[in-house]
């Protein structure tokens, strides 16, 4: 259980450096958030939420943000990383809770009180 809540924290904390690093490489062009929306063939929306942490980046656009932005090699290799980290944890959790309602059910089928 602990370690469990410690991988979480870690990946939140690594999913929030990433939002970070993409809100201070655009501040550093100076551009407004419709600005780089244009750049990246997104919805300044899409800008919006990616920077709050609401959305995560989607695959392609960290591809094109690391071009339109000369993003080093190194750092390119710790995006995916993070992005990877966070599909991973999605995939985990819908494989957990679909195990979990499948026993819930199995369980549920064998109570004489509810079903029979």
């Known amino acids: 259980m602990w370690f469990e809540i410690k ?7 690594v999913s929030m ?4 690093f993409i809100k201070e490489c655009r501040q550093a062009k100076a551009w407004r958030q ?8 997104i919805s300044t929306q899409a800008i919006s939420n990616i920077e709050r942490g609401v959305m995560k980046p989607p695959i392609h656009f960290l591809i094109k943000f690391c071009k339109v932005f000369d993003v080093p090699e190194d750092k390119v290799q710790e995006l995916f990383v993070a992005y990877q980290m ?3 944890e999605k995939e985990s959790a819908e494989k957990w809770k679909k195990a979990v309602v499948t026993k819930s ?3 549920l089928q064998k109570s ?5």
Do not use: C, H, Y
Not at 17 to 20: A, E, I, N, S, Y
């Open 17 to 20: 450096q990433l939002v970070q």
């Open 86 to 88: 966070d599909v991973a």
């Open 34 to 41: 419709s600005e780089m929306a244009d750049q990246m063939g």
């Open 105 to 107: 059910i199995k369980e």
């Open 112 to 116: 004489p009180i509810i079903w029979n």
């Open 7 to 13: 991988l979480t924290l870690f990946r939140k904390e």
